[in-house]
C-alpha cells in the first residue's frame, strides 16, 4: 500500500465537499477517482498533495502523514491539473528546465530528465517551440511531461482527457500506460468511466463528497451489474404505454428513462438476454407501436456509475 | 535557493525575452519617455501658436518701429503664426471658431499729447482671449505680455534715458551758470556802490557848484568895480586931457610936453579900453560861467534825484537775483542726485535677480555650468516614471502570474513561496533599475542634462525602485484580474502624483494633505534625488556628521512592503489553492 486515505472529511463554508472517506492506493497502479462535476474529485486530489487539510482524518504516504511532511512528499508527487500548468511564452524545454529546477534537480539530471520525459510525451521535435504554439493535446502532453519532469513515484492526472477530442484521449490514455510500465503510480480522475475503465486498476466513485464504490473495475461489475439495459427504438413512441404494457405482462422494471427518443429499460438477469427481446418484440404488437431498433447490453460501467453516483 | 531564485528570474526574463514587444516596450518606453520629455521641456513650448493680430483701420498709420510691427517681428521670432485681420470683430470671431487661439488689437489711446513725448506711446494692447483654454491663454498671453512689457521697457528706457539727459543738461547749465549770476549780482553790488559813492560825489558838487558860483559872482562884482574904476580912470583921463588942452593954451610951451602927456593919456585910455574889453570879456565869461553852474547844479539834482531814485530800484534787483542766485542753487542741489542716474535705475530701481542655489555648491558635485530647466525637473521625472514603470511592471508580472495555467505548478511545487516575492522584486529591480540608468544617461547625453554623485543616486533609485515595485507586488496580490490590478497600479501613481509636488507645491497644500504627503514614497525619493542631482548634498557627511534622512526613510518603507508583500502573498496563495 502507497497511500492510505483515512476518514477525511473536509468542510468549505458549511459546505461538507469530503465526507469519511477512506480507502488505500497500491504502488505501481492506475488508480481512477471518478465522479460528476462537484463530487469533490479535485478536492481529494488536492487534500493528496496536502493543499487542503482535512477537518478529520489522514492521508499517509508510506505510512507518513502528507500533512506533516508535505514538502518532502511533494517532491515525490507529480501533478497535471486540469488546466495545463505551463507557461506558454516558454519553450518545452525551458518549461521543463524551469520546473526542474523548482524541485531542486541537478543540471545534469534537468538535461537527462527532459529528453526522458520529451520522448515519453513524444515530444523530441518541438524541443525549442513555444508551449502556446503547440495544440491542446500537445500542451496537455507537455503539462504530462512537467509534472514527470522530477521522476515523481505519484503521477496525479485531473481529469487528463477533459477537452480533447478521441483520438488525443486514446494518445493520452496510451502515455498513461507508458508511464504506469515505468512504474509510476498513476491517480487519475474524470466524470467519465467509459474512459478511465480500460484505463484504471481500481476506481473510486464518489458522490457529493461520498465514496460511493471503490474496487476494480470487475470488483464493482460483479457487486453492482446483475441488469441488463434494453435500448427500444419505436413508432410512434408512447414509451409511457409501452412500460405500463410490460408491466402488466409480469415483467419486472428495475429502471427505465427516455433518452435521444430511445426508451432505456434495466430488467434483471432472470432470464436470457434473447428471451427479452423476443418478448419485448411481441408486445409491441397489440399496443400498436411498430419496432424500430431493440439492443440489449450487458451493463457496463459508464451505466454502473450513472446508477451509483448520479442517481 | 539560490538555484530556485535564479530559476524564477531567468523564467520571467525568457518570458519577456519571447515576448518581443514586452520586452521592447520596457527597454525602449523610458528612452521613448525621456526623449519626449527632453524634446517638451526643452522648447519654448508655443511654437504653432496661432494669433490673430488687428492692428486698427490703418496700419500704415502705425509708422515704423510701432508696437504692431515689433509684436510681428518678435512672435514670428517664437514661432507664432500670426494672422492679421482687418476688423476687430473678425479677429475676435477667429478665437471663438478656434482658428486663432488669441486676438490682440493694437489700439490708439484718447490722449494725443503723449505723442509730443514719443509717437510709440500713442498705442495699446488688447488681448481678446478664450478663457475655456485657460492654461494655453494664460501661456500665451505670458508669452505676448513678456513681448509688450520688453517694448514697454525699451520705450520707457529710451524716454526715461532723455528725461535724464535733460535733466542732466539743465543741472549742468545751472551749474555753467551760477557764475555768471554771481558776477551779475557782484557787479550789481559795484554798480550799487558805484551809485552810492556818485550820489555822494554829486552832493560834494553842489558845494564846489555853490562856491564856483560864489567866485564868479565876485568876479562879476570885480568886473564891474573895475568897469567903474576904468570909467571913473577914462573920466579922469578925459578931464586931465581937457586940463591939459587948456594948459597948452596957457602955456604952449607945455605943448610939447602936454602932448606926450596927452599921448600918454591916449596910451592910458587905449590900456583901460583894452582892459573894459578885457574885463567884459570875463564879466561875460563869468556870468556865462554862473549860467552854466546854474544848468550844472540843476542837472545834477536831476542826476541825484535820479540816482536816489534808482538806488532802491538796484537794491531791489540785487535782492531778486540773490533769490534768483539763491532758487537756482538750490535746485543745483536738489537735482545733483539726478545728474549721473542712470535710465535702467529709474526703469528698474529694486532689480530682482533669481539665482540658482546649485550654482552654488561645488564642492561635493561637480557642478559648474548653468542648469538647465530639464535638470531641475529631472529627479521629479526619474521618480515619475519609476513609480509608473515599475508599480505598473511589477503588478503586471504578479498578477500575470497568478492568473497564468503554470501558476499551480509553482504553488505545487517544494519551493519556499516567498522566493516567487524575492524573484518578482529582483526582476522589477533589474527591468526598472535598466530603465532608469537609461533614463538617466539619455537625460545626461542626449540633452545635457549634469548628473553628479552616481553611487548616491544609484543607491536612492535602488530604494525607490524597490518601493515601487513591492507597491505593484502587493498590488498585484491584492487584486483578482487584470484590469482591476491594472487600476490599481495605475490610481497608486496618481495618488502619489497628486501627492507630490509636482502638480501642486506641497506648501500650497491643505495641513491634512501636506502631513500626508509627507510620507509619500515618491516625496521623499523626489527629495533625496533633488538634494543629490541639484545640490549635490551627500548622503553622509562625514565632516558635518550628519545623514541625510530620505534615504533611510525609503529603506524603512520598503522593508515594511517586503514584510506585507510576504505576508499578503501568503495569505492570497492559502485562499487561491
Known sequence: ?311 | MMNKLFAIIEKDVRQLVHSKSSALIILISPIVLMILAGLALSSSGLSGVKVGVFLGADPAALGEGNIGSVLDAKMAEKGFSVQYFSNLNKCKQSVKDETTHICVEVAEKADTNLAKIDPRLMYQVNFYVDYSKVRLVWAIVNAIRTIVAQENTKISTEITTKLSDKINFAVNEITKNQGKLDEIIRKGEGIRNTFSSGIRTLNEMSSYISETRTISGSVIETSDSISTNLNDLLSYSSDARRRLSDLSRLNPALASSISAIQGNLDSIDGFANNIATVNNGLEEKARRLDSRLDEISMNQNNVASSLTNAEPLLDDLLDSLREVKSGIDKLEREFAWARNIKATDIMNPIPVEVLPLSGEVTEVGSVSSALTYLDYLLPALVILVIMFVATLISSTMVIKERKSVAYFRNLIAPTNSSLYVVGVYLIGLILVGMQATLLVLVASFFFGVIISSYLSIALVLLLTISIFVLLGVIIGYLFNSEETTMMGAISLALVCLLFSALIIPLETMPGVMRAVAQFSPFVIAETALRKIMIFGIPIINREAGTIMMEPVKLAVIAAVLFAGALVLQNFKNKKEI
Open chain 1, 1 to 311: 500500500m502507497l497511500i492510505e486515505i483515512k476518514n477525511i472529511t473536509k468542510t468549505f463554508e458549511k459546505n461538507k465537499v469530503l465526507n469519511d472517506i477512506s480507502f488505500s492506493i497500491n504502488k505501481g497502479e492506475i488508480f481512477g477517482i471518478i465522479g460528476q462535476s462537484g463530487a469533490g474529485k479535485t478536492v481529494f486530489l488536492k487534500a493528496l498533495i496536502g493543499f487542503y487539510k482535512p477537518d478529520s482524518g489522514d492521508i499517509l504516504f508510506e505510512g507518513k502523514s502528507v500533512f506533516k511532511n508535505q514538502k518532502e512528499i511533494m517532491k515525490t508527487i507529480g501533478f497535471a491539473s486540469q488546466r495545463h500548468s505551463i507557461y506558454l511564452d516558454l519553450s518545452l524545454k525551458e518549461n521543463l528546465k524551469y520546473f526542474g529546477r523548482l524541485y531542486g534537480m541537478k543540471s545534469k539530471d534537468i538535461k537527462e530528465n527532459t529528453k526522458r520525459v520529451l520522448e515519453l510525451v513524444e515530444l523530441t521535435d518541438y524541443t525549442h517551440k513555444l508551449a502556446g504554439k503547440l495544440s491542446g493535446g500537445m500542451q496537455r502532453r507537455l503539462d504530462i511531461a512537467c509534472a514527470m519532469m522530477h521522476s515523481p513515484k505519484i503521477l496525479i492526472l485531473d481529469e487528463p482527457e477533459a477537452g480533447l477530442d478521441p483520438v488525443l484521449r486514446k494518445h493520452i490514455a496510451e502515455l498513461i500506460q507508458k508511464i504506469r510500465n515505468e512504474g509510476t503510480t498513476i491517480i487519475l480522475s474524470s466524470h467519465f468511466m467509459n474512459e478511465i475503465e480500460p484505463l484504471c486498476d481500481r476506481v473510486a466513485m464518489l458522490k457529493q463528497g461520498t465514496l460511493a464504490a471503490y474496487g476494480s473495475p470487475m470488483e464493482l461489475l460483479a457487486k453492482y451489474a446483475d441488469n441488463y439495459e434494453i435500448v427500444i427504438r419505436s413508432y410512434p413512441g408512447n414509451y409511457k404505454n409501452i412500460i405500463e404494457w410490460l408491466k402488466k405482462s409480469g415483467i419486472t422494471i428495475i429502471g427505465s428513462k427516455v433518452e435521444s427518443n430511445r426508451l432505456l429499460l434495466y430488467v434483471p438477469q432472470k432470464y436470457a438476454p434473447d428471451a427479452y427481446v423476443e418478448y419485448i418484440v411481441k408486445s409491441l404488437k397489440p399496443i400498436k407501436e411498430t419496432l424500430m431498433g431493440i439492443q440489449l447490453n450487458q451493463l457496463s460501467l459508464d451505466i454502473l456509475f450513472e446508477r451509483i453516483a448520479v442517481k
